[in-house]
């Protein structure tokens, strides 16, 4: 029960967004023409299309983040027994941090970390 | 009573709108509203999670699944060029190759399901501290310890990471900034937008 309110904050959410659009679609006019109904793009004329490429740099960013984003995981069950586990599990993380951060010096010495 | 109605109740909306979620990511022909359905769904297993009083699970499916994995199929997604997905007529090969691994998985996955013994738990017994228990048994070295997986966990994470750089790396970055959004021929050469160009 103490997810109550995560539950009510997500109801609070959807009816918020669903009542203004319901309310928008009843109250506003309805008048489309040509030049309502273009792309809005800085007061210029849209190039080209909306789809354009992401640059390589993102993936490669969202991967290491993903990597380092499980090993986070891991640290929470870790930190929640760490006063019961002490100095053994201080050693196991120790070991499990250093593996990644041969990784991490990888990612930085291949030049993985800096912006292309 | 009303919390066991309530619980029930949620199980089965969560369930539905999962399901829901789940048929528009095969269904839908737009990559990137397959990619926020799957976010929806992943979002909605970890209501799920919570309602098993999994809380830990519930963390790292946020954390990993929406927060990572997802984001990191968008970013795919964007590498690609969208006229390169839209394929309306597939190939008679293709298919029959999609057929085929979709009928493999079918098979795979009800073998596991119609295998398990499902066993109700009529004891009524509620989980609680699973992270402690997590915590526990991921760092304990004994006979019915996990640390030596646990470790190797790093090794996987570190083989991924440096396999995920060599192959990223080989692809050539594109020469024009992410927003020029330069899809005419030779467009992505200007610098400067149309309007304060002088035409050649």
């Known amino acids: 029960m103490e997810y109550f309110f995560l539950l009510l904050f997500t109801g609070l959410a959807a009816v918020l967004v669903g009542a203004g659009l319901l309310t928008s679609y009843l109250v506003a006019p309805h008048r489309p023409n040509p030049l309502k109904n273009s792309p809005y793009e800085c007061g210029e004329p849209t190039i080209g299309q909306s789809w354009v490429q992401f640059n390589v740099g993102y993936y490669l960013f969202g991967l290491l983040f993903l990597v380092f984003d499980v090993e986070a995981a891991f640290l929470y069950p870790w930190a929640v027994v760490f006063r019961q586990v002490g ?4 050693i196991e993380m120790g070991l499990f941090l250093l593996v990644l951060i041969v990784g991490l010096v990888y990612a930085w010495r291949k030049g993985a970390l800096e912006w292309v | 009573m009303i919390v066991q ?14 399901l829901v979620m789940a048929l528009s990511v095969v269904f839908s022909r737009k990559l990137l509203r397959a990619a926020i359905a799957l976010m929806g769904v992943l979002a909605l297993t970890a209501g799920l999670y919570i309602l098993l009083g999994a809380e830990f699970l519930a963390g790292v499916q946020v954390l990993v699944y929406v927060g990572g994995i997802v984001v990191l199929i968008v970013f795919a997604i964007m590498l690609t060029r969208s006229s390169d997905l839209l394929e309306d007529q597939p190939t008679l090969p293709r298919a029959l190759l999609g057929a085929f691994v979709g009928l493999v998985f079918l098979v795979m996955s009800s073998a596991v399901f119609f295998s398990s013994p499902f066993q109700a738990d009529t004891s009524g017994a509620q989980v609680t501290d699973d992270t402690v228990a997590i915590g526990r048994s991921l760092l ?9 997986p646990f470790e190797i966990i790093s090794l996987l994470l570190l083989a991924a990471a440096i396999g ?10 594109p020469s024009q900034p ?7 021929p030779g467009e992505a050469d200007f ?3 149309r309007s304060q160009r002088e035409e050649a």
Not at chain 1, 87 to 90: D, E, S, V
Not at chain 2, 140 to 148: A, N, R
Not at chain 2, 164 to 173: F, H, L, N, T
């Open chain 2, 191 to 193: 610098t400067q937008p």
């Open chain 1, 87 to 90: 100095l053994t599990g201080l």
């Open chain 2, 5 to 18: 109605a309530t619980h029930t109740v949620l199980f089965y909306l969560i369930a539905a709108l999962a």
């Open chain 2, 164 to 173: 995920g750089i060599v192959i990223a790396r080989k692809i050539p970055a």
């Open chain 2, 140 to 148: 304990d070295y004994g006979p019915k310890g996990y640390v030596l």
């Open chain 2, 178 to 184: 992410f927003t020029s959004g330069g899809d005419l």
